[in-house]
């Protein structure tokens, strides 16, 4: 009986390309890599952020498409401050639209609010439906929150973003956040502005 010999490992493909590779070489591959990679992260970062306020965008979107719901359900009447969540979140389906991320942290220190002037309001009588915010990204952490011009959150570029009336989103600048109608103007009754979004 004769005795197998043990595999030779030292001549696997592997340990054959690194045997016949010069190791300044191999030093010189890897340092292109973590090059490479320390060239790519903060492209990638910056696509997080990117995409967090396109989230952030797009919950403040389906909100106000929400609210648009319930108000033609509901003889074309916003729901009230008081419980405006309880009366959107059958329309959204998800209670985690509420809350508006921090893009950078990644925390959940914000929400989105509701304008406390349109609470309740007849959305055919709102006379500048687009200047009107319906909801926007707010500091305010309570339940079913609500308030004003002086509520909104800015980030740090100083902008905060906010969904109007006719349901456009908008980008606006601590600087210019007054020259958008909090105090609500309402239409006389029986005379409507067409609405579209």
Request: without cysteine; glycine residues 8%; hydrophobic residues 40%.
């Given at each position: 009986m004769t005795a197998i010999p043990p595999p030779n490992r030292s001549t696997g493909p592997f340990i054959t390309l690194f045997r016949r590779t010069p190791w300044w070489k191999v030093g010189i591959s890897l340092l292109l890599c973590f090059f490479?990679?320390?060239?790519?992260?903060?492209?990638?970062a910056e696509a997080?952020?990117?995409?967090?306020?396109?989230?952030?965008?797009?919950?403040?979107?389906?909100?106000?498409?929400?609210?648009?719901?319930?108000?033609?359900?509901?003889?074309?009447?916003?729901?009230?401050?008081?419980?405006?969540?309880?009366?959107v979140l059958p329309y959204t389906k998800n209670p985690r639209y509420f809350i508006a991320r921090d893009e950078e942290k990644n925390l959940t220190d914000r929400a989105n609010a509701y304008n406390l002037k349109v609470s309740s309001v007849d959305l055919q009588?709102?006379?500048?439906?687009?200047?009107?915010?319906?909801?926007?990204?707010?500091?305010?952490?309570?339940?079913?929150?609500?308030?004003?011009?002086?509520?909104?959150?800015?980030?740090?570029?100083?902008?905060?973003?906010?969904?109007?009336?006719?349901?456009?989103?908008?980008?606006?600048?601590?600087d210019h956040i007054l020259d958008y109608q909090w105090e609500l103007t309402l239409l006389p009754a029986g005379q409507y502005e067409m609405n579209t979004p």
């Open positions: 490479l990679t320390a060239l790519l992260f903060p492209v990638f997080k952020i990117s995409d967090h306020r396109y989230s952030s965008a797009s919950v403040l979107r389906m909100l106000g498409t929400a609210m648009h719901i319930y108000a033609a359900e509901n003889n074309d009447h916003l729901a009230p401050a008081a419980g405006w969540q309880g009366a009588r709102i006379k500048d439906s687009g200047t009107t915010p319906l909801f926007f990204v707010s500091s305010l952490t309570d339940s079913n929150p609500s308030g004003g011009s002086g509520d909104a959150y800015f980030e740090k570029n100083g902008y905060t973003r906010m969904a109007m009336a006719d349901t456009r989103i908008e980008m606006i600048h601590r």
